[in-house]
T-cell receptor
Framework: AQKITQTQPGMFVQEKEAVTLDCTYD???????LFWYKQPSSGEMIFLIY??????QNATEGRYSLNFQKARKSANLVISASQLGDSAMYFC????????????FGSGTQLTVLP | SQTIHQWPATLVQPVGSPLSLECTVE??????LYWYRQAAGRGLQLLFY??????ISSEVPQNLSASRPQDRQFILSSKKLLLSDSGFYLC?????????????FGDGTRLSIL
């Protein structure tokens, strides 16, 4: 079974509007971390936001917020007031267990912001 | 602040040739280091990780190898490249292995095998 599932291969949003990118995850470990990364066409992976499994509140970082629904095992990224520079591939990733080594990545969502 | 440098940015190599990609981290001590490969339009696959000098763990058996000769230096190598080695290679570091530690990535190397 997929550990991280991103069901939206591509998304379009109008500039200045909000957009939600979906991510569901699968783990039996009670301790885990969820991360979102942005990958522009230039290729670098940029860390955006983190949510821990024990966090009581949804994470926020500037225009990025995470809609964390633990019972549903979903961690959707919300980008408010979209900008043209937000056009990129977005990856959801998970780290399981306190001694976790690797990040497990989803397949990504290509976001295009329209002027 | 911490920075990660990865080079070269682009590389074109013939089948059967050797490979050496280098990654260095500045501004931190004893980082965890990682090599990932990303196929076109796909997510990242972990190849190797290291928690200290000379300590390398391999996630995917293949003709690639990794070495960590210094605390903040991580090298990805191959003696003979295959066509299937083409891809985008990313080096990353993290401050530890806890679930709350993000990994920070270099700019990547686009490797094309001819």
């Amino acid at each position: 079974a997929q550990k991280i599932t991103q069901t939206q291969p591509g998304m379009f949003v109008q500039e200045k509007e909000a957009v939600t990118l979906d991510c569901t995850y699968d783990t039996s470990d009670p301790s885990y971390g969820l991360f979102w990364y942005k990958q522009p066409s230039s290729g670098e992976m940029i860390f955006l936001i983190y949510q821990g499994s024990y966090d009581q509140q949804n994470a926020t970082e500037g225009r990025y917020s995470l809609n964390f629904q633990k019972a549903r095992k979903s961690a959707n990224l919300v980008i408010s007031a979209s900008q043209l520079g937000d056009s990129a591939m977005y990856f959801c990733a998970m780290r399981e267990g306190e001694s976790a080594r690797q990040l497990t990545f989803g397949s990504g969502t290509q976001l295009t912001v329209l002027p | 602040s911490q920075t990660i440098h990865q080079w070269p940015a682009t590389l074109v190599q013939p089948v059967g040739s050797p490979l050496s990609l280098e990654c260095t981290v500045e501004g931190t001590s004893n980082p965890n280091l990682y090599w990932y490969r990303q196929a076109a339009g796909r997510g990242l696959q972990l190849l190797f990780y290291s928690v200290g000098i000379g300590q390398i763990s391999s996630e995917v058996p293949q003709n690639l190898s990794a070495s960590r000769p210094q605390d903040r230096q991580f090298i990805l190598s191959s003696k003979k490249l295959l066509l299937s080695d083409s891809g985008f290679y990313l080096c990353a570091w993290s401050a530890g292995t806890g679930v709350n530690q993000p990994q920070h990535f270099g700019d990547g190397t686009r490797l094309s095998i001819l």
